[in-house]
Nanobody, 123 residues
Framework: HVQLVESGGGSVQAGGSLRLSCAAS???????MGWFRQAPGKEREGVAAIYTNDGSTYYADSVRGRFTFSQDNAKNTVYLQMDSLKPEDTGMYFC?????????????????WGQGTQVTVSS
């Protein structure tokens, strides 16, 4: 059972940056990892994913070009660098591991989840 702990959330003004971290209790190099977010009253949505077999990354259209997913297998940690933040990026951000299925952006396709870290972007 993999435990995931997110950190790095906070409050920033529009245009600012944050870097989220997700520390795993074991080696993440053989897991497909994802970042999701959920705003109040809305469904959880996929933000980005990384396929560990070849390092390829995938992003939601709303964040492509502004967010960057990276991993440090030596530290069992993945990161989400968020630049040019917008108020609509506000939400609870979750790290997920062990994707299996047909779509990286579908929450039900991930086996393990962290507790989340809050990101608030003010205009």
């Amino acid at each position: 059972h993999v435990q995931l702990v997110e950190s790095g959330g906070g409050s920033v003004q529009a245009g600012g940056s944050l870097r989220l971290s997700c520390a795993a209790s074991e080696y993440t190099g053989h897991y497909c990892m994802g970042w999701f977010r959920q705003a109040p009253g809305k469904e959880r949505e996929g933000v980005a994913a990384i396929y560990t077999n070849d390092g390829s990354t995938y992003y939601a259209d709303s964040v492509r070009g502004r967010f960057t997913f990276s991993q440090d297998n030596a530290k069992n940690t993945v990161y989400l660098q968020m630049d040019s933040l917008k108020p609509e990026d506000t939400g609870m951000y979750f790290c997920a591991a062990d994707f299996r299925g047909d779509s990286w952006s579908r929450p039900s396709n991930y086996r393990y989840w962290g507790q989340g870290t809050q990101v608030t972007v003010s205009s």
